[in-house]
């Protein structure tokens, strides 16, 4: 999760081109794993550091309260969030026994908080409480009650709190608009009293923001207007809880949004909400968001089962593959019926699709072709899990676990540990790179990791 766990952490961007090109503007991280969902970075981090010696450690922020939402960088600025109880200390079960689906235990009031920060030093430039009252649902023992990553355009920052509401403010933040979406509650299938809590991130793109709600009851994905938060566009999913966020990919004249799902993986026109693609018989606790490279877009979920999809972006009608897995279907390059990823999103680099799963086996995958080119296990796993989605700059990979161990990955076709890298705290989000400048978030701390 900030996505991360993210069934916690889920995450986003907004920027729907076919190839990626950098330009002044990729500074920016502006959602969960920044441009797009894309994952890579500007700059180059260090590949050692550490934090008790505070070598290659620029600053370090407290954060109040419990948040597995990622943060996002414009500028100079970077936006965090955050719940707060108002009384107590918040409960965080990590590892397996935070595995048992149980709902934490949490009592009383809390308070929904976005925060800003300067990116150069830490300091906290304003802190803005978006709600405050008894949370409408519970949380998941390793889950918060802020999973979803903001996103920002520059103009406005957008925060999701989940049933607590959408939350648009100024970048000196001065409060825009709210929106209350209903009851968000997202659980096991069958199951709406095993609360979870919500994690899906908002997309900002076009001056319109993008939400995936798949939850108990009615399940959906909408488009509002970022000036002044009304409804564009509401389209129904049939599906049941996720914890997506979903991606935006164009091909000639057609944006689409892709949604990752249970019952349906599908993408959708932006403009009318027409379905043009889909397909079933992923796991069905979904969590890694769609992952856009050119012209194909990667998807994987893992419970239950853990299937890889490359499909092409122009795909049309229904391309679930057939269970002998003898053909690949019209609109799909290549699939995998297993060593998929669970929570965290896969990421592309230099034509490899990696793959950090939560168990922290780590597969890379000739990206145009599916051919299997490396498979091994993270320095961090076995003991501990993955929640954070990996993320890249400089022809390095990032991978954090819960125990807050850093990988650091050369991304290359062999599997080449550069280091391995101690925080001293939990780390469930999924951390942001701008300008060489690796920013990741623990259990109490924003780091900022440079040389």
Not at 228 to 242: A, I, K, M, T, W
Not at 342 to 364: Q, R, S, W
């Amino acid at each position: 999760m900030g996505g991360n766990h993210t069934r916690w952490a889920a995450f986003f961007g907004a920027l729907p081109i076919v190839v990626f090109t950098w330009s002044a503007a990729a500074q920016n991280w502006p959602s969960f794993r920044g441009e797009n969902g894309s994952g890579i970075g500007t700059g180059s981090p260090p590949v050692t550091w550490n934090v008790d010696t505070g070598e290659n450690v620029k600053w370090k922020t407290r954060i109040p309260g419990l948040g597995h939402s990622s943060p996002i960088v414009w500028g100079d600025r970077m936006f965090v969030t955050t719940a707060v109880p108002v009384d107590g200390e918040a409960s965080l079960d990590t590892g397996w026994l935070g595995g048992t689906g149980d709902s934490a235990k949490d009592a009383g009031e809390w308070e929904w908080r976005v925060f800003c920060l300067d990116k150069r030093t830490g300091k906290v430039l304003w802190d803005r409480t978006a709600h405050r009252g008894v949370p409408k649902f519970k949380r998941h023992l390793k889950s918060s009650h802020a999973n979803s990553t903001p996103t920002t355009d520059g103009k406005r920052v957008v925060a999701l709190f989940g049933a607590e509401g959408l939350f648009a403010y100024d970048m000196d933040g001065k409060l825009l608009w709210s929106k209350d979406l209903g009851p968000l509650n997202a659980g096991p299938v069958g199951m709406p009293d095993m609360q979870w809590g919500y994690a899906a991130s908002p997309v900002l793109h076009d001056d319109k923001i993008i939400v995936q709600c798949d939850v108990h009851g009615e399940s959906y994905w909408a488009v509002f207007d970022a000036a002044d938060g009304r409804e564009l566009l509401h389209v129904d999913r049939g599906d049941d809880p996720s914890w997506c966020t979903p991606s935006l990919v164009t091909t000639g004249e057609r944006t689409q949004v892709v949604c990752n799902g249970f019952k349906k993986i599908a993408g959708y026109d932006l403009k009318t909400g027409k379905e043009l693609w889909y397909l079933s018989g992923g796991g069905d606790v979904p969590v890694p968001r769609p992952v856009v490279a050119g012209a194909k877009v990667f998807i994987t979920n893992g419970h239950g089962r853990s299937p890889i999809y490359a499909i092409r972006a122009e795909a049309t009608g229904d391309i679930t593959p057939k269970e002998s897995g003898e053909e690949t279907p019209e609109g799909m390059l290549w699939y995998r019926p297993n060593k998929g990823s669970y929570m965290p999103t896969p990421i592309v680099v230099n034509d490899v699709l990696y793959v950090a799963a939560d168990n922290g086996a780590f597969t890379g995958f000739e990206a145009k072709t599916g051919e299997q080119l490396l498979r091994k296990r993270l320095p961090g796993g076995g003991k501990a899990t993955y929640s954070a989605s990996p993320v890249s700059a400089d022809g390095r990979i990032y991978v954090t676990n819960e125990d807050g161990q850093v990988d650091v990955m050369a991304a290359s076709r062999t599997f080449d540990v550069l280091a391995s890298n101690q925080m001293g705290e939990v780390c469930m989000a999924t951390p942001a790179i701008s300008e060489g400048l690796l920013l990741i978030r623990g259990r109490d701390h924003v780091f900022c990791i440079a040389k």
